[in-house]
């Protein structure tokens, strides 16, 4: 019974070299949340759908994958609601589980279910595959991991300053070059109260960000044709115009939305971020932005994305603070600020970038070539004192032929291989051979060690 | 709509606390099958039904998480067989993909859909979780992870001595006391073939398991009333009497099995095995035991099981020879031998026996309290400093009563305390206080930054 084996549309297999690549970046983004104090935890892949359901919109809901119940599921399920053939309301019936479609609602129950166990504020990364069933295409895949870390039970705003610091020492050592995008949903909220158009938020964004493509009249023009005033399209004016640092912007911003007092907050709270950031040594550029409006039905606050400013691709990392993230599960009133890092988009990046470093020992360093029995035996407790001293090593495990040997450790990325025939055990010698260089030389075993530590 | 937030059974969240452990279980483990030459895969969640089914009985087919179709599933299955209301049959129509339940079928499909890519014999590990929908009971989860170390491609025993020395090694590692029992299928095969009771094997490894408990007459008896004839019964006495070293116990086996060439290839690559593991310094027992009979339809040579010394539990480690993995995906004639870690029931047995090192520090090293802005404003450079050495280190994020702040640092299980106040700040000076001894001390930011990394 030969299959034809093969993956769901939209899932991956990743190899040995896609591993240490994958390790690579995850192990560089733990190092630095540990560095500021961030904790892990693990949720269960499955969530009972009840926590999952109506938390991310009508869509969401169908992106859900849901698991069947175990057993006779059908046994449960009347006849005439069966015959109805209604997949939706079916699917109440035969199934209570769903995968995690993000790390964030089940962070939220988390957060709830255990918050006697829990200290505030609650430092914590999480770093898991989700699961969408979105329609597969390049880069967008059913199964992909998110690396979320949030601060959460504290509004401080030294935790926004702490994640960009992050954000930056992430991109350092990873060597990519990004530019942070900072907003702040209480500007958006102050632009939009103060040119009487409260739910025109999404609207005035999308025409701001519009500007550098279609040039000023088009997006006044687009505005109108939404319906916004008159009126408010020319209180508008400045803030389409806006120019200059960071500063000036939001001295500009200021003339416009003063008289608001959510506008003033927003305003406050992004000076602060700014006056503490000049403190430091950061390598990022960090630039107010107000088109950024990802989110919006959620972040109360500060709004972050990243983008790589050598490779064209979408953002990179994101995130902001919300206010009410686990009032849905009965706890409200808990502030917290939060991003996410894109590890396939970050992997994508440095892939095209050639970033990743090629000196990384994370596969083996040494591979002993077998002739035999005799010389096996002669080179078993060498590897043994290597591998006591740290170095992967291993020895090819039967006699094949030499050409064979030597394109496994080619192929492996191996750096070295040591041979030892009839004259290398005579003389208690071992041939090292560097696989880049092609150059050989013989050592003792005392040597060999040396050479392989150092 | 306040729910009250829970996971489903079977399945588990990991706080920081046992975060922090169970990584340093998987670290250990990992660093081990590196330092063996083993690279890591992982494979996705969702495998397609038609992988997973039929490989583990009739009984774990049911056992199988699968997952509701996408969109209007119920479109395509046509009312008469809706009116059946035949769960299984249509489980089939409404199902196409399910959750992973070992690592062992996923490598296998890996290994036979990526051939062309992989150079043999292929060295993997693979540390990801299963899901299995058993009842839910103390120690048995519906998600846990599987540790699987296997070499795919080479019938070397040298591969199954290598695998003896790495549950050594791990287990030398994590302090855990254990004892490796080796069985071999071959010899089994070849006592069933000698008494003339081939399909027997499992009746004969059961009695002899039972000896020490119920005695030679009853297992006799127990024999005779399965319907092993007496002739049989005669013959196996010896098998059923062994006694001695590992030597001496093959020796007795080989009197009794030698007239099968099965039985004689067993014995010899057992002999061939306990003569490598001679050359070698291992610290753990191996012993020869014919009860091992896991793994019986699928087992080929070598049978492995690791108990832990210290604690009442089942086998905590387990594996084998298997010269068929990969025929079922159409790619015949692969020898590979593996073991699988596992890391629920190790941790078990390491909290039982409180082994988890004390001093593992991936926690935060320290925190400075925040007593307002100007204190921050000092503080906040000697952060960046201590992140900058690789310190663990952080600043509670806002003016919070003294109690508050000392009491996070406490469940936190943060090292250090450092505090500057008016005084300190005067004197350029850092207040450390060591929260374990409760002791403080004064230093300038070198001194400090000193303490904190040597």
């Known amino acids: 019974m030969a299959q034809k084996p093969s993956i769901p549309k ?3 297999d990743f190899s040995p070299e896609e591993m240490v690549k994958r390790n690579y970046i995850f192990d560089t983004i733990k190092q630095v949340f540990r560095l500021y104090g961030f904790q892990s935890i693990e949720t269960p892949a499955m969530e009972n759908l009840s926590t999952l359901m109506g938390k991310y919109g009508e869509e969401g ?3 859900l994958f849901k698991i069947l119940n175990s057993g006779d599921f059908l046994s449960k399920v009347n006849d005439s609601e069966l015959a109805g053939k209604d997949s939706i309301k079916l699917t109440n019936q035969i199934s209570e589980k769903g995968l995690r479609y993000d790390l964030t609602v089940p962070f939220a129950r988390y957060v709830v279910q255990h918050r006697n166990e829990i200290t505030f504020p609650f430092k914590r990364f999480q770093i898991q595959p989700v699961w969408r069933a979105d329609r597969p295409q390049k880069g967008r895949y059913r199964e992909f991991f998110q690396c979320d870390v949030d601060v959460i039970g504290s509004d401080s705003l030294l935790n926004e300053v702490e994640l960009i610091q992050i954000v930056d020492e992430v991109f350092r050592r990873l060597n990519i070059n990004v530019v942070l995008k900072l907003n702040n949903r209480k500007i958006l909220s102050g632009i939009a109260e ?15 960000d519009k500007l550098d493509k279609i040039g000023l009249e088009k997006v006044n023009a687009e505005l109108g044709e939404k319906g916004v005033s008159t009126d408010a399209i020319a209180k508008l004016q400045p803030i389409l115009k806006l120019s200059g640092t960071n500063e000036e912007k939001l001295d500009q911003i200021e003339q416009v939305i003063g008289g608001s007092e959510t506008g003033r907050k927003g305003i406050d709270e992004v000076r602060t971020i700014f006056n503490y950031l000049k403190q430091l040594d950061l390598g990022t550029e960090v630039e107010l932005d107000l088109t950024l409006a990802r989110g919006l039905n959620y972040y109360t606050g500060a709004i972050f994305e990243v983008k790589a400013k050598d490779v064209e691709i979408g ?22 600020v939060g991003i996410s890092f894109g590890a396939d988009r970050i992997y994508d990046v440095m892939t095209q970038l050639d970033l990743f470093p090629k000196d990384k020992v994370t596969t083996t360093r040494l591979m002993f070539v077998n002739f035999g029995p005799e010389e096996e035996k002669y080179c078993l407790p ?30 492996k990325g191996i750096a070295f291989v040591a041979m030892a025939g009839e004259n290398e055990i005579a003389d208690g010698l071992f041939t090292l051979k560097n696989m880049e260089t092609g150059g050989q030389q013989q050592f003792d075993s005392r040597q060999l060690l040396e050479t392989l530590t150092k």
Chains 1, 2 share one sequence.
């Open 10 to 12: 939209g899932t991956r």
């Open 382 to 411: 060498m590897l043994a004192k290597l591998r006591a001293a740290g170095v992967n090593a291993e020895i090819f495990p039967e006699a094949a032929k030499m050409k064979k040997q030597m394109n496994y450790a080619n192929k």
């Open 61 to 63: 809901d169908k992106l």
């Open 315 to 336: 953002s990179i990392t994101g995130g902001g603070r919300y206010d009410d993230l686990t009032g849905i599960f009965g706890l409200p009133d808990v502030s917290g």
């Open 194 to 208: 103060t040119i009487g158009e409260i739910d025109r938020i999404v609207d005035i964004t999308v025409a701001i």
